[in-house]
């Protein structure tokens, strides 16, 4: 499945409005957001702070993401035992996933790699990015 | 006791006399009057119990909906036992992993409390309850509705102050009880102190601090206004002590805003903040 490359600029235009929801959904200060904090380690978010994250994203951007749609988006056409085994991420899923979050430094991909702790790789420039898909997929439809 | 506490001691939908499947609702619920109060917080647990049936029904009673978030509660005044509230609700997403939705209550068609962007996320029904009993009950609501009445009593879990700034700030414990008859509801197979009654506890608090602020007088009236961006991060078990604190940020004469965070065992399980408003008399 390949996708259109989302551009520095697209996600500079989408940042400061996700930084500033992410401050909101985390109750930090704006200014602790950066582009590429991991928003566990980082910020002490947690799976409640993802779900909150990605409803306010909806309403703030006017945009559709479903639940659960970084990982799908991440695996592809890969199958989901191509991707993913006995509950850790295969080596091509890693590969696909080093691909798909590119923002991402690459020692923090470590092998093996558990598929629950994909999350723990999200940065605020993800989001940036699903909301840039967002936008694009609201193009195509509408 | 179990048996006979599910669907009674918890739960604040009397009947559902209308029904969209997976998208909206129609319910009411009569405040018994043999209680002697009934918290608003518990009327915004009503809108959210109706908002619930209608995502666990259009599940096939596989998920529940358990604890999550609430974006915006607006309040517009107070009830009393004996009231009958009209509750209605309106789903934006209803899927395997969350419910997304808001909703009102009124009486004799006046606004009293109105729930935005409210978000739960969906679990699994075994773990909480019986999903053939939850069908059944669905059942009665939608059908003749369930017995009026049916709380005996209101929970007031014990809470404690410990530390007090006055005006500023106030650390208290909230002792969660190790049994009471709410657990036999919420939920059978897993008790889980429920969220609307940490948040009832809470505002008493903040309203206790704004007063202390505003240097309200006995004439004056304070009450809560909104609450915004509740957040249950962790289930809250039977036997627990929650730390409840309250930070107060003064915003101009009339209105305070508090923050609101429970810790258990130094993890945080609840945050939100509340708008307090003061109406001084003449």
Known sequence: MAEKEITTEEIAAVYPKVAQIIADALGVDVEV?????????????????????????????????????????????????????????????????????????????????????????????????????GQRAAQVAG | MLVAERFSAFSFVDRITTLEPGSSAVGRYTIPVHLQRFPMCLVAEAIGQLAAWVSISHLGFRRRPVAGLAGETLFFGSVTPGQVLDLAVELGTCDEDAVAYGGSARVD???????????????????????????????????????????????????TVIERVPGRSLVATLQVP???????????????????????????????????????????????????????????????AVELRVELQPQDATTFTAALAARVGGKKVATARVAVATQTGS
């Open chain 2, 178 to 240: 190790e049994s009471a008859p709410f657990f036999g509801d919420h939920f059978p197979r897993r008790p889980v102190f429920p969220g609307t009654l940490l948040l009832d506890r809470q505002i008493e608090l903040a309203v206790q601090v704004a007063r202390e602020a505003a240097h309200a007088g006995p004439d004056a009236t304070l009450a809560p206004a909104s609450v915004t961006d509740v957040k249950m991060r962790s289930f809250i078990a039977p036997g627990q």
């Open chain 1, 33 to 133: 957001v950066t582009l590429d904090v991991p928003l566990i380690e980082g910020l002490d978010a947690e799976s409640i702070d993802f779900l909150d994250l990605v409803f306010r994203l909806e309403r703030g951007f006017g945009v559709k993401i479903p639940r659960g749609q970084i990982v799908e988006h991440a695996r592809g056409d890969l199958s989901e035992t191509e991707f993913e085994q006995k509950g850790l991420v295969t080596e091509v899923g890693l590969k696909r996933l080093r691909e798909f979050l590119s923002e991402v430094p690459a020692d923090r991909f470590q092998s093996p790699m558990k598929s629950v702790d994909i999350p723990r790789l999200f940065t605020p420039e993800t989001f940036c990015k699903v909301v840039v898909r």
């Open chain 2, 109 to 159: 068609g006046g606004l009293v409390l109105e729930l935005r962007h409210c978000v739960g996320p969906m679990l699994a029904m075994e773990e909480f309850d019986a999903p053939e009993a939850v069908r059944g009950d669905f059942e009665t609501l939608c059908g003749p509705g369930a017995p009026a009445a049916r709380i005996r009593a209101l929970p007031q879990p014990e809470v």
